[in-house]
């Protein structure tokens, strides 16, 4: 069946350093969203990528969607203590305007 | 507006009870699903909505019925509690024809004894 892969499950950073998580999908996919969940709270839309190759930043967030469109990404520039919680990328099951499937979630953790 | 609210926050119940998890939303959203998320797994959609009268199965649908008869309301029934069923769950909601951007509410968190 369909599946999303996302890797890693968990990341450990010291702040400043670099944050970056992979989405992979067995299907292609009409779009793709990211969200993040802080610890104890729930998910929040960050992003939709909807083309082949397309790049997208928010401030210190870049989101790639990948050419054939099985495969995206968000990477944080210098992690800062607010960037800690877990994103999870979702994309159209079978196609459908009516239900996501999520991939597990990378979760960023600051060193202290 | 209030957004997307959930109640109760907390719930501890026994194998065997049943219980109605409660979701209302006040931004005329046509769409309304709830997920479960369990630890290491994404989110997993249980049942969900496109309109009044109209309801669907997700992902893991057994164990819980839904009704919409109204466009602000999407209560979840847990029919007889499992300790499978123990789990954080969310409502989530989006306007049908504004993109895919869905709104969660803060969640409920469900322990079965």
């Known amino acids: 069946g369909q599946q999303v892969m996302q890797i890693p499950q968990y990341q450990h950073v010291q702040e400043g350093e670099d944050f970056t998580t992979y989405c992979n999908s067995s299907?292609?996919?009409?779009?793709i969203q990211w969200y993040k969940q802080r610890p104890g709270g729930h998910p929040v839309f960050l992003i939709q990528?909807?083309?082949s190759g397309e790049v997208k930043k928010q401030k210190r967030l870049t989101f790639q969607f990948g050419e054939a469109k099985k495969n995206s990404s968000l990477h944080i520039t210098a992690t800062q203590t607010t960037d800690v919680g877990t994103y999870f990328c979702?994309?159209?099951?079978?196609?459908?305007?009516?239900?996501?499937?999520w991939g597990a979630g990378t979760k960023l953790i600051i060193k202290p | 507006n209030a957004g997307v609210t959930q109640t109760p926050k907390f719930q501890v119940l026994k194998t065997g009870q049943s219980m109605t998890l409660q979701c209302a939303q006040d931004?005329?959203?046509?769409?309304m699903s709830w997920y479960r998320q369990d630890p290491g797994m994404g989110l997993r959609l249980i049942h969900y909505?496109?309109?009044?009268?109209?309801?669907d199965q997700g992902e893991v649908p057994n164990g819980y019925n839904v009704s919409r008869s109204t466009t602000e309301d999407f209560p979840l029934r847990l029919l007889s509690a499992a300790p499978s069923q123990t789990s954080v769950y969310f409502c989530?909601?989006?306007?049908?024809?504004?993109?895919?951007?869905?709104?969660f509410g803060s969640g409920t968190q469900l322990s079965v004894l």
């Open positions: 989530a909601s989006k306007p049908w024809d504004r993109g895919e951007k869905l709104f």
């Open positions: 931004m005329n959203h046509e769409y």
């Open positions: 909505s496109v309109g009044a009268g109209i309801t």
């Open positions: 299907t292609t996919l009409s779009n």
């Open positions: 979702a994309g159209p099951f079978m196609d459908s305007n009516y239900q996501l499937i």
């Open positions: 990528l909807v083309k």
